[in-house]
């Protein structure tokens, strides 16, 4: 049973590493305490925009078309210069942006509004934090 | 083969201190990096965002510490093969991730996870190949704490 004890002592050194970790470093803080990012926004706060926020999806064309917030728009980076000719033309300044993707998880949403923000001076482009079927799907 | 040892040793060591050290250095990152393979619920997605990495170094510098380096090449080998089938999960389910493996974000899809399963694969069998080494070259066991210098 030596080699249990020596697992158990070598697990037991990584999670004391990742407690102290936790316990000084806030970025690692802030995954348990699951603290908000910059440029989010949760469903509860979407939702109360209501119709004057511009909707993206950042999904594949094939999941757009499978369902989607109640209309949104596709803009993904598979097409992103055709896609995002008539996000522009829907956009005006100050007009809020809500990206979303898959989940909670999903990098798409990020990467779009990133790329709204940086390259065409969406300013206002945030990424949902939360499953986007809570919104309303058509 | 008598360089074999120390050469896998020191290449799965720099593969895993390398690995931790950009988890560490991102953990939200490395945080979205496991809840894009939709494998685990929030909470222990989080405390495995905190914990794996560290445990990925620990086992590193384990490998050089004679006592434990057998069974860290084992930890290390069953550690590959959860990442592996975490892997394949989400390629036979299609789908897309971000592999969190060593702090690149670009996201796997398709043909992509290819290289990736080949990748961890490969880790797999070099770490079983060095616990069959460390098995084979591990001296009898003299046990410091039980070693009795009146009774010799």
């Not at chain 1, 509860?44 to 917030?69: C, K, N, P, T």
């Not at chain 2, 084992?74 to 897309?96: E, H, K, N, P, T």
Request: glycine fraction near 6%; include cysteine; aromatic fraction near 8%.
């Amino acid at each position: 049973m030596d080699w249990l004890r020596k697992s158990a002592a070598l697990l037991a050194i990584a999670a004391v590493l990742g407690g102290l970790s936790v316990a000084f470093n806030p970025a690692a803080r802030a995954v348990l305490l699951d603290a908000p990012r910059d440029h989010e926004i949760t469903v509860a706060q979407a939702q109360a925009l209501g119709a004057a926020a511009l909707w993206i999806d950042a999904r594949s064309r094939a999941d757009f078309e499978a369902g989607h917030v109640d209309g949104a728009l596709l803009l993904n980076e598979d097409a992103w210069s055709e896609l995002l000719i008539p996000v522009i033309e829907r956009w005006q300044p100050g007009m809020p942006v809500v990206v979303y993707c898959d989940s909670h998880g999903c990098q798409a949403s990020r990467k779009i509004a990133e790329r709204l923000r940086a390259e065409a001076g969406v300013d206002t482009a945030k990424v949902l934090r939360g499953e986007w079927s809570k919104v309303g799907a058509r | 083969m008598k360089m074999l040892k120390p050469a896998i040793r020191l290449v799965l060591t720099a593969l895993f201190v390398w690995a931790a050290v950009a988890k560490i250095a991102d953990p939200r990152a490395f945080q979205d990096a496991i809840a894009s393979y939709h494998l685990l619920p929030w909470l222990p997605g989080a405390v495995a965002t905190v914990w794996l990495p560290w445990l990925e170094l620990t086992l590193a510098i384990a490998l050089w510490q004679p006592r434990f380096s057998r069974t860290s090449a084992a930890m290390l080998a069953m550690l590959c093969a959860v990442f592996l089938v975490a892997l394949v999960q989400a390629w036979l389910r299609g789908i897309d991730i971000t592999c969190g493996c060593f702090g690149d974000s670009s996201v796997v899809s398709g043909a992509d996870y290819l290289p990736y399963l080949a990748r961890d694969a490969g880790l797999v069998a070099l770490a079983v190949v060095l616990w069959r080494l460390e098995k084979n070259a591990a001296p009898v066991e003299t046990d410091a704490a039980s070693y009795n210098p009146l009774v010799h």
